[in-house]
């Protein structure tokens, strides 16, 4: 079994940076500012949480499929990205630009598993992948979440990156319900099948964010021009969860200890 390779970052790609950064400013609490190598017209935001980056806000760049909406996506971390890019192919996936250097930042790809969920690697230009922050604290990417045609598209990411399966729950229509740990402290994430209500939708990583309480969160989403699409309900665990989505379109979760 590989090593595990963990989620090391996150991006939004929107239509309005400025405009997302002060919504998720707001919900989450994110100091945002502009990244000093932002070029070639693609402006750049991070996030922090405290004084540590964690996600960042770009424009839409102009080579995107026409149509594409505003959009999540998670770096996961690798010593060789050409290398990992390449396991990837063999495995049943594919490379969809990459990979390729990023001034002061590392080498990156975007790819995509075998039913074509897209997530990126990432080869950071330092020789260690930081920590990531804790779990519950506010502004953090507490759990990654596989929605697939068929629940067994998790067994790519395990072999490809080391991840164990931890616990598996019957989610009826859902099929089984089965988390993953990306490292070797905690449980990071868990893989569905897809639902009705998801018909028509691509395979995606739905990503959650650390709150301190759920209701008041709910309740910036929807003054800060956001939706609510789901919850906020109690999870297994005891934690709360929400999902909706930015003024701008882009899909993402919530998650707290707390109502």
Known sequence: MAAKKDWIWYELMTSDPKGAAKFYSDVVGWKVEPFPGSANGTEYLVGSVGDRGVVGIMSMPPTVPPGMPPNWTGYIHTQNCDETAKAVTEAGG??????????????????????GGVFNLLQPGRTDAPPRPESWVAGSVSWCELHSN????????????????????????????QTF?????????????????????????LYYI??????????????????????????????????????QGALFALHSQTR
Do not use: C
């Open 210 to 247: 650390s709150v301190d309480g759920i209701d008041a969160a709910v309740g910036r989403i929807n003054g800060g021009g956001g939706s609510v699409l789901m919850g906020p309900h109690e999870v297994p665990g005891g934690t709360w969860v929400a999902i909706g989505k930015d003024p």
């Open 181 to 205: 740990t990306s490292n070797d402290s905690r449980e990071t994430g868990g893989s569905l099948r897809k639902g009705p209500h998801e018909k028509g939708m691509p395979t995606y990583w």
């Open 94 to 115: 594919s490379v969809k630009f990459g990979p390729l250097d990023l001034p002061d930042v590392g080498r990156i790809a975007a790819v995509a598993d075998p039913e």
């Open 150 to 177: 068929d629940e067994k598209n998790l067994d790519f990411y395990v072999k490809q990156f080391g991840w164990d399966k931890v616990n598996a729950m019957d989610m009826g229509e859902h099929g089984v319900y």
